[in-house]
C-alpha cells in the first residue's frame, strides 16, 4: 500500500485522531522558489529516478516554479508530456519532528515521492505513472488567482519510516490533461516539517501557510475522500463522504468519528462561470451504495434523495446569498431546496464554508409532481409531469418568439425532467406544444388562444412569488437564466408553475453593474443585455397581475417577509458562520480583494453581512413604497390572498383551524409546513378543517391549498 493510500485508509476508517504529534511550531524545508533539478525529456530516464541515490546532475537546473511561463513560473519550458523535479535536503535530528506538511499548487497532475515512497498525488491514475500519462482531466493552478496550494498531511510514524538523518530528496512528476497540446503547464512545491522545541532549523513558513488543527465548529463538518484521484467536472469519479454533527450548540470536531452520515458517492465539479472564474469550485454529488449503485440518504434534517449539491460561494462573502433566497421562498410555501451551511474537507484539504443543497429534480420531497414514465404517451398521463428550465448551455427546443431587446434570438428552453436523454417523442411534443399555446395567448391581443387566457395555463400564485422574490434580490440573471417551471398532469391541476427558484450567488447587491445594487426600481427593466422572456413584459402590464402582486406583497410582508423574519435569519445564520468565516478567508484569502462582480469590498465578514443587510433594508423599502398595483381592486374570487379565510389566525396549539370561502370539493390535497420548509401535516382528498398537534411550537406556518385551479397559499400564526 503507497502512503497515500495508507493515510486515505487511516482517514476514512479511524479518522486518525492524533496525526501530529505536540508541535511547538512549523518550519518550512522546501520552498517553492528554491532551486530544483528538472527533467522534460523524460522518455529514457530511469525507473529509478525518484529514488536518493539516483544521480540527477546531469540535469537542468532552475528556480521553481518552473511551466509554461504564464505568471507563476520563474523558469520558463519549452512543452513536454512531462515535468520531472527533484529536490535534496538535510536533516540532521529526527527526533525533533512530529509531523510533515506537503503543500503543491499545479497544472494539471502530479505524483509526489519522499526518498521514493508516494506521500500524495492528484489528477492523475496508476501506481507509477509513465512519462507520457495524460492527467485524469483540466486543473488550473490556484495561486496566480489569489487561492491557496492544496496541502498534504503526513503523520509522525510515517515521517519516520519514510524519512533518514541526513540526505534526503523530495521529489515530483507533473503531467497534463492534453499532452503536447495542453497551453499550460506549472509545478510549485513546499515541504514544511513540525518541531517539538523552539529551535529553527530551517526557514519561516509562507504566508499562506495555515498550521493543521483538529477544527472545532458548530458547523457540521464534511469529509470527502476520493483516493487522492483530482475531481474533474466531468465524468464524476468515486469517492467517499463523511458527515460529523453532534447536534444543535455542539462543537463538532475534525477528528471525530462520521456520526451523521457515511456513504460512498460519486462526484463531480459543477456550474458554468463559476467553474472556470473561481478557484472555489461548486461539486454535485450521488450517494451510493457498496455495489455502486444510486441510494437515498436522508443526514442534518434533509429529506431522502441521492442528488446533492455543495455550493461553493466565493464572490458572495457573506456565504449566505442563495440560503437566503431558499429561506425566503420556502417561507412563502413554494418549494425550493433546503440548505445547509458546513465545512467541507477534500482529500483532507480544508475547502472552506460551503453550503448542502438539494439538487432540483422531481421527487416527493422536491418538486412534487407526478412521474411521468417513457410509456405514458396518450391521455391524462402524457399531461405530466414536467419540469423543464431557461437557462445557459445547448437548448434542447427553440420559442417561436425572441427574447426581449434582441431581435432574432429566440428564446430556448431545455428538458430537467425527464432529461432530454430519456423523454420520448410523444412527450417532447405535448410540452412543447404546451409551451407554444401558453406563448401564443401571451402574444394575442386578447390574451386568449386555443379558447384559453393566459391565465389558465399558469399557475399565478407561484408566478407572483416568483417575481417577488426575484425583484427582492435584484438577481442579474432574473428572468433570463436559471429559470426552472413545472407542471403536473391535467388531473392535479396542470397549470405551469414559476419554480423553483435558483442560483442567488449575484444577487441582494452583489452585483457592481445592471443597476442590481442599487436599491430602486424593477430588475425587470434594468437587464443589462435584456434577453428576458416576453411573457413576463405581458404579465407586468396585466392590472390583474399587478393587484394581486400587491395584495400578495402585503400578506407576505405581515408575516415570513417582514423585517424581523429576514434579519432574524440573516443575523442567526452569520452568528453561526463567523468563525468558520476566519478558517474560509485564511484558505481564500479575498475578503479585501473585489471578485468579480462585487460592487463594494468591506474588509471584514461582519462588514459583507451589513452591507446585505442595508442592502435588504432600502429595497424592501423601496418595494413597500413603490410596488405596483392595488390590493383593493381585487375582487374576492380573483386574489389570491382572499380566495380563502384561515380562523382562529394566529391560533394556539390544539386549537382546531377552519379553512372557508373554497369550494370544499375541489380541494384536492392541503400541506402544512413551517418557514424552513419542514412538512408538519398534510392530507388528501375534501377536508375542510385541520387539527393542529399540540406539540407544534409557536412560529409563522404555511398552508398550501391544491385545487382543480392551481394552488392557493396562506401563513399561519401559531402561538400560546
Not at 412534487?368 to 445547448?394: H, M, Q, W
Request: hydrophobic share 35%; net charge negative.
Amino acid at each position: 500500500m503507497s502512503l497515500a493510500n495508507a493515510l486515505f485508509t487511516c482517514f476514512v476508517l479511524f479518522s486518525c485522531h492524533a496525526l501530529f504529534g505536540q508541535i511547538d511550531h512549523w518550519e518550512t524545508i522546501l520552498y517553492a522558489e528554491d532551486t530544483w533539478h528538472y527533467s522534460v525529456d523524460n522518455q529514457n530516464v530511469s525507473t529509478l529516478w525518484r529514488n536518493i541515490n539516483f544521480d540527477d546532475s546531469s540535469w537542468l537546473v532552475g528556480p521553481g516554479g518552473i511551466g509554461y511561463g504564464d505568471g507563476d513560473d520563474q523558469t520558463e519550458i519549452d512543452r513536454t508530456l512531462s515535468l520531472y523535479l527533484r529536490n535534496r535536503f538535510e536533516l540532521a535530528d529526527l527526533d525533533r519532528m512530529e509531523g510533515l506538511y506537503f503543500h503543491a499548487d499545479y497544472d494539471d497532475a502530479f505524483v509526489a515521492y519522499l526518498n521514493g515512497e508516494e506521500i500524495a498525488r492528484s489528477n492523475i491514475e496508476g501506481a507509477f505513472p509513465g512519462f507520457d500519462a495524460a492527467a485524469n482531466g483540466l486543473r488550473e493552478a490556484q495561486m496566480y488567482q489569489g487561492g491557496a496550494p492544496e496541502g498534504y498531511q503526513i503523520d509522525k510514524e510515517m515521517l519516520l519510516n519514510l524519512l533518514q538523518e541526513g540526505e534526503n530528496v523530495l521529489a515530483v512528476q507533473v503531467h497534463n490533461f492534453d499532452g503536447l497540446n495542453s497551453s499550460d503547464m506549472t509545478g510549485l512545491f513546499w515541504l514544511s516539517v513540525g518541531v517539538n522545541d523552539e529551535e529553527m532549523e530551517f526557514g519561516t513558513v509562507p504566508e499562506w501557510f495555515v498550521e493543521p488543527e483538529d477544527i472545532s465548529s458548530e458547523l457540521p463538518i464534511v469529509r470527502i475522500y476520493t483516493n487522492g484521484q483530482y475531481i474533474p467536472d466531468e465524468p464524476s469519479i468515486p469517492g467517499s463522504i463523511e458527515i460529523v454533527y453532534n447536534g444543535p450548540g455542539e462543537l463538532n470536531q475534525l477528528s471525530d468519528m462520521a456520526n451523521a452520515l457515511y456513504s460512498e458517492i460519486s462526484i463531480e465539479r459543477r456550474g458554468q462561470s463559476s467553474l472556470w472564474i473561481f478557484p472555489k469550485n461548486n461539486f454535485g454529488f450521488e450517494t451510493k451504495d457498496e455495489l455502486g449503485e444510486d441510494t437515498d440518504v436522508s443526514f442534518l434534517n434533509f429529506p431522502d434523495e441521492e442528488d446533492w449539491i455543495l455550493h461553493g460561494p466565493y464572490s458572495d462573502k457573506t456565504f449566505l446569498r442563495n440560503a437566503l433566497a431558499m429561506y425566503m421562498a420556502r417561507a412563502s410555501g413554494q418549494y425550493a431546496s433546503r440548505t445547509r451551511a458546513v465545512e467541507l474537507f477534500i482529500n483532507d484539504n480544508y475547502e472552506g464554508v460551503y453550503q448542502i443543497m438539494e439538487r432540483i429534480k422531481r421527487d416527493k420531497n422536491r418538486i412534487d409532481i407526478a412521474s411521468l414514465n417513457s410509456d405514458e404517451i396518450s391521455g391524462d398521463d402524457l399531461t405530466g409531469g414536467y419540469v423543464i428550465k431557461i437557462d445557459k448551455g445547448e437548448p434542447d427546443w427553440l420559442s417561436r418568439f425572441d427574447v426581449v431587446g434582441s431581435p432574432g434570438t429566440k428564446l430556448t428552453y431545455q428538458y430537467v425532467s425527464p432529461q432530454a436523454s430519456a423523454i420520448v417523442p410523444e412527450q417532447e411534443a405535448y410540452i412543447q406544444s404546451f409551451i407554444d399555446s401558453m406563448e401564443l395567448a401571451f402574444e394575442a391581443s386578447t390574451g386568449v388562444y386555443g379558447g384559453k387566457h393566459y391565465r389558465d395555463y399558469i399557475d399565478m400564485a407561484s408566478f407572483i412569488d416568483h417575481f417577488l422574490l426575484t425583484e427582492i434580490s435584484k438577481d442579474v440573471d432574473a428572468y433570463r437564466l436559471s429559470s426552472y417551471f413545472y407542471k403536473d398532469k391535467d388531473s392535479k391541476g396542470g397549470r405551469l408553475k414559476a419554480g423553483p427558484v435558483w442560483d442567488f450567488n449575484i444577487a441582494f447587491g452583489n452585483q457592481d453593474d445592471c443597476g442590481a445594487a442599487t436599491p430602486n426600481g424593477y430588475m425587470y427593466y434594468q437587464q443589462c443585455a435584456l434577453a428576458n422572456p416576453f411573457w413576463w413584459g405581458v404579465l407586468l402590464d396585466d392590472e390583474g397581475f399587478r393587484n394581486k402582486c400587491r395584495c400578495r406583497w402585503d400578506e407576505l410582508r405581515g408575516g415570513p417577509w417582514s423585517d424581523d423574519a429576514i434579519f432574524s435569519y440573516i443575523n442567526e445564520q452569520a452568528d453561526l458562520l463567523a468563525e468558520p468565516a476566519a478558517r474560509n478567508f485564511a484558505k481564500w484569502p479575498i475578503l479585501n480583494q473585489e471578485i468579480w462582480p462585487n460592487p463594494v469590498v468591506t474588509g471584514s465578514y461582519e462588514g459583507e453581512i451589513n452591507y446585505l443587510k442595508d442592502y435588504l433594508e432600502a429595497r424592501l423599502e423601496w418595494l413597500d413604497t413603490n410596488l405596483f398595483g392595488d390590493c383593493n381592486l381585487v375582487s374576492t374570487d380573483e386574489s389570491n390572498t382572499k380566495e380563502i379565510s384561515i380562523f382562529p389566525n394566529p391560533a394556539s396549539p390544539g386549537d382546531p383551524v377552519f379553512i372557508n370561502g373554497l369550494g370544499h370539493e375541489n380541494i384536492l390535497a392541503w400541506q402544512l409546513m413551517d418557514i424552513h420548509g419542514q412538512l408538519h401535516l398534510e392530507n388528501k382528498g375534501n377536508d375542510p378543517s385541520i387539527q393542529l398537534p399540540t406539540h407544534l411550537p409557536d412560529g409563522t406556518y404555511v398552508i398550501r391549498i391544491t385545487t382543480s385551479k392551481g394552488s392557493v397559499l396562506s401563513t399561519l400564526i401559531l402561538q400560546h
